[in-house]
């Protein structure tokens, strides 16, 4: 029987995923700052974390890596797997067990593997597979859609969930160039991987008002993503969590209805 599994959106791109009595935390984010808003509740703070058995961590941008706030977790010798540059930012709040990934590699915490894979972004980006018993599990942080990312179901032929962010960010200053895939893209992913369920996320994020005209570009609809699932992968289950509402899967194939 395979493990159950809940995933959580606390907000923006950081999850908690639990499979079996195994808990990661994905891309932690528990504070604001001027220029980087959630837009959305955050829907736990750091003292109400569980036990956790890993932390990933994309890339290092802060919305991605608030380590500020996550330094004030109770154990700072969970395991982190990171992105390379994410290493010494973690060290230096007090975390111990910080191992830098490339992409492909593989490592393990107790009964959890860990899987990076390629991603793209404005800075040096990893995106990841989490496995625990039979359950696997694509996590990306804000990578665009690069070719790497149709060769998944070749390493990984089942995946239970997949975690795509969508909102096709642009940056005003740099003549609106695209970093991360936006809803047509993480549709046409979607029908790639096949994954049991895809949870949108990475859409909610503003800049603040001044930012929004200024700096940044991106579509905050997830139902957007939403439409276009169902135009260019209509067998996909799609399920989008407000923060602080968990999605368990109990069996593969486990019927989710598409928001």
């Given at each position: 029987?395979p493990?159950?599994?809940?995933?959580?959106?606390?907000?923006?791109?950081?999850?908690?995923?639990?499979?079996?009595?195994?808990?990661v935390?994905?891309?932690?984010?528990?504070?604001?700052?001027?220029?980087?808003?959630?837009?959305?509740?955050?829907?736990?703070?750091v003292?109400?974390?569980p036990?956790?058995?890993?932390?990933?961590?994309?890339?290092?941008?802060?919305?991605?890596?608030?380590?500020?706030?996550?330094?004030?977790?109770r154990?700072?010798?969970?395991?982190?797997?990171?992105?390379g540059?994410?290493?010494?930012?973690?060290?230096?709040?007090?975390?111990?067990?910080?191992?830098?990934?490339?992409?492909?590699?593989?490592?393990?915490?107790?009964?959890?593997?860990?899987t990076?894979?390629p991603?793209?972004?404005?800075?040096?980006?990893?995106?990841?597979?989490?496995?625990?018993?039979?359950?696997?599990i694509?996590?990306?942080?804000?990578?665009?859609?690069?070719?790497?990312?149709?060769?998944?179901p070749?390493?990984?032929?089942?995946l239970?969930?997949?975690?795509?962010?969508?909102?096709?960010?642009?940056?005003?200053?740099?003549?609106n160039?695209?970093?991360?895939?936006?809803?047509?893209?993480?549709?046409?992913?979607?029908?790639?991987?096949?994954?049991?369920?895809?949870?949108?996320?990475?859409?909610?994020?503003?800049?603040?008002?001044?930012?929004?005209?200024?700096?940044?570009?991106?579509?905050?609809?997830?139902?957007h993503?939403?439409?276009?699932?169902?135009?260019?992968?209509?067998?996909?289950?799609?399920?989008?969590?407000?923060?602080?509402?968990?999605?368990?899967?109990?069996?593969?194939?486990?019927?989710?209805?598409?928001?």
């Open positions: 029987m493990e159950p599994v809940t995933i959580t959106r606390i907000t923006h791109s950081c999850h908690l995923i639990k499979i079996g009595d195994l808990t935390l994905t891309d932690p984010w528990f504070s604001e700052r001027p220029a980087y808003h959630p837009g959305e509740p955050i829907a736990l703070s003292s109400a974390l036990r956790l058995d890993a932390v990933l961590i994309t890339h290092h941008h802060y919305d991605h890596c608030d380590l500020a706030a996550l330094a004030g977790y154990d700072k010798n969970v395991p982190m797997f990171v992105a540059p994410v290493v010494r930012r973690a060290a230096a709040k007090g975390f111990t067990q910080v191992r830098a990934l490339q992409p492909w590699e593989a490592a393990t915490a107790g009964d959890l593997t860990v990076a894979i991603g793209k972004h404005a800075v040096y980006e990893i995106t990841f597979v989490i496995s625990g018993g039979d359950r696997n694509y996590f990306a942080g804000d990578t665009m859609l690069i070719p790497e990312l149709r060769t998944l070749d390493r990984f032929p089942r239970d969930a997949a975690l795509l962010p969508v909102n096709g960010l642009r940056i005003r200053p740099q003549l160039k695209q970093i991360v895939m936006n809803a047509e893209e993480a549709a046409e992913l979607t029908a790639v991987l096949a994954a049991e369920v895809t949870v949108p996320h990475h859409y909610a994020f503003t800049s603040g008002s001044l930012g929004d005209r200024l700096l940044t570009k991106s579509d905050r609809d997830p139902s993503f939403v439409a276009a699932a169902r135009r260019l992968a209509p067998a996909a289950a799609v399920k989008v969590l407000q923060p602080g509402e968990p999605l368990e899967l109990k069996s593969p194939r486990e019927t989710v209805v598409a928001d």
